[in-house]
């Protein structure tokens, strides 16, 4: 280029057609040449000229009168790019002995008439990927029996009619008439999407808070590959440090719940509460797993979607589900229930927001010979009593607010952990310490003699993967913080409903009664409020309208509202001025002094993660 530069700008015609001495050639084009007269004929006799436009514009319209969006070249018509063309004063020309020739050189030796895209996006996926190209999908489809001609044909061949859909797959806005997007293209595309989601303060809950994200765990397990591309490892040569960190993982949840095992996580909380509904059925003598009306009794105050997906894993198996308050009149739904009784599942805190002991119910499962289950929350289990020491068989729920984000719905990692008794039924990975040749301590993945790869249809859950990333970072966020740290963060968001809930009150509003201390606090991080009936959808609504604000509509006259420890002041202060608003009473406030006790039946009195 540097020689055409030179030779443009040294041509008073070519200063003008070219500012600045810059030429911009198509894609395709092999040679840009400058030629003078000594090698014209030369250049004719071995190359087949291809075609360029001569500058043609309106008389006394020079480059420097061009109005905007117009150039030296509009109106053009095609030339013989090695005839000197006459030169005249209406428009710039190359003087006669300096011709541009400008050629594409094809396969064929042949100099291309179309002129190539120049703007041709070159970071394309197919270049780079690692699958058949269109040659080797070819030869695989001459060696079927049938052969097919087509993998389009190989489609219809072996697709039912009633599944197969004729449409033709369309990829919207894609540019220049493209197959398809390239990376650039599609991550472009992707923030255009993007960009159209709105970000709410969510105060919803159902097992889900807000959690800040420590920037040291983020950049260096987050949104490192070491981490987030990594799978199963099976080869724990290679593996030592993913395994440690999830073996951590596994040692927080069974401190935690105070149980005596947990896997290195599941999908997520409603799967998990699935597999210990299976997990029940499979505990049980093969006489009562036989029996026609086989019941999993679940309180009406879990989680909506845990119900949900219970319902679902529940009908390929051939059991029911009963919704009841499973401590009304003693639990008489539980005793009721008898030898079809398979196991109970209480949440724990439930869904809006109580705390009961489920000491008295876990003794009556277990005399009915059937599971007792409770779905939980990691960090209400730093101040309040763990499943484990009120009797539960099985404890699962979602880690999310450890250090995961909320992601518009997951993924997160759940956590499943249970009684050493269950340990060759439990779902998922099992990290589990062993020793190396040489005799030191080294992890490995444990008694997968039960999973789905090895036992196939015999195998005691149809989970054989784990949530790795998310699991390694809630793991990784509860070292961070400590016992300590972890309880004060359990503490805040305690407080912070207390205040919202007092608060409340003095308005004029009523708050549920039920799952309270002796003091008629709430207990952890939950509020539900009672506003006039027909009124919840309304202030949820202006709540989003106005302060883009989510609260969770648990009926037309019910409202809950979760704290986290993202809450602050401004959090606060916008939270009460949707209720004061909608409140008859003013606005003048007054909060009590707060109690920060547990019932003593309710508070957590063991240690955790106190290991060297």
Same mark, same amino acid.
């Given at each position: 280029m540097t020689s055409i530069k030179t030779s443009l700008a040294n041509s008073p015609g070519a200063a003008a057609a070219f500012p600045n001495g810059i030429c911009i050639l198509n894609d395709a084009q092999k040679m840009i040449q400058t030629i003078h007269d000594p090698v014209d004929e030369h250049l004719r006799r071995r190359i087949k000229p291809s075609p360029i436009e001569e500058p043609k514009h309106p008389a006394h319209r020079s480059p420097g009168n061009l109005s905007k969006g117009q150039d030296a070249f509009s109106n053009s018509k095609e030339l013989d790019p090695l005839t000197p063309q006459k030169q005249t004063n209406t428009h710039p020309t190359f003087p006669d002995k300096c011709l541009l020739i400008m050629a594409s050189y094809n396969q064929t030796s042949q100099y291309s008439r179309t002129p190539p895209h120049i703007f041709n996006p070159l970071d394309t996926f197919p270049r780079r990927h690692i699958g058949p190209s269109n040659h080797d999908a070819q030869k695989m489809l001459e060696k079927l029996d049938p052969p097919a001609k087509s993998l389009d044909e190989f489609v219809r061949e072996v697709l039912p009619k009633d599944i197969l859909s004729n449409r033709d797959l369309r990829i919207n806005d894609t540019p220049d008439g493209q197959d398809g997007f390239t990376e650039s293209q599609l991550i472009k595309r992707l923030r255009e999407i993007a960009s159209g989601n709105q970000v709410m303060r969510n105060y919803i809950g159902c097992g889900y808070a807000g959690t800040r994200v420590p920037e040291v765990i983020k950049r260096n397990v987050l949104e490192n590959?070491?981490? #987030?591309?990594? #799978?199963? @490892?099976? $080869? @724990? =040569? /290679?593996? $030592?440090?993913?395994? =440690?960190?999830?073996?951590?993982? $596994?040692?927080?949840?069974?401190?935690?719940?105070?149980?005596? /095992?947990s896997n290195a996580s599941v999908l997520d909380e409603p799967t998990a509460a699935a597999e210990a509904m299976t997990l029940s059925l499979n505990a049980l003598p093969a006489s009562r797993q036989k029996r026609p009306n086989k019941t999993f009794l679940i309180s009406h105050l879990c989680h909506p979607q845990t119900a949900a997906v219970l319902q679902s894993r529940a009908d390929g198996f051939g059991i029911k589900i009963a919704i009841a308050d499973i401590l009304a009149d003693g639990a008489k739904a539980v005793k009721q229930t008898g030898d079809d009784l398979i196991g109970v599942l209480a949440q724990y805190p439930d869904t809006e927001g109580g705390v009961e002991d489920f000491q008295g119910l876990a003794d009556i499962v277990h005399d009915l010979k059937a599971t007792f289950c409770v779905g939980t929350d990691l960090l209400a289990l730093t101040i309040l009593k763990p499943p484990g020491e009120f009797g539960a068989d099985i404890a699962f729920g979602n880690a999310q607010r450890f250090g995961v984000p909320f992601g518009y719905g997951g993924p997160h990692a759940a956590f499943f952990a249970c009684n050493e008794k269950y340990k060759r039924k439990i779902p998922g990975r099992l990290v589990g310490v062993s020793k190396d040749r040489l005799g030191d301590k080294a992890m490995r993945l444990a008694l997968q003699t039960r999973e789905q790869h090895i036992r196939r249809e015999k195998a005691t859950s149809n989970i054989c993967t784990a949530q790795a990333l998310l699991a390694n970072m809630s793991a990784f966020y509860a070292i961070y913080h400590g016992p300590k740290g972890l309880q004060a963060i359990a503490e805040k968001a305690r407080t912070g409903a207390r205040l919202i809930e007092e608060c409340l009150l003095s308005l004029g509003y009523t708050t549920s009664s039920r799952g309270k201390g002796s003091h008629g606090k709430v207990l952890f991080d939950t509020v539900t409020v009672n506003v006039e009936k027909g009124r919840a959808p309304y202030i949820a609504a202006h709540a989003v309208s106005e302060h883009r604000i989510n609260f969770r509509v648990l009926d037309d006259s019910r409202l809950a509202i979760t704290v986290d420890e993202t809450v602050d002041r401004a959090d606060f202060e916008d939270i009460l001025k949707i209720f004061v608003r909608m409140s008859h009473k003013g606005i003048n406030i007054k909060i009590p002094e707060l109690p920060a006790d547990t019932p003593s039946p309710l508070t957590r009195k063991s240690s955790f993660l106190t290991h060297p």
């Open positions: 590959p070491a981490w #987030y591309t990594s #799978y199963t @490892p099976y $080869q @724990p =040569e /290679i593996s $030592q440090g993913r395994l =440690e960190s999830l073996l951590n993982f $596994q040692t927080m949840v069974s401190d935690l719940t105070a149980l005596s /095992i």
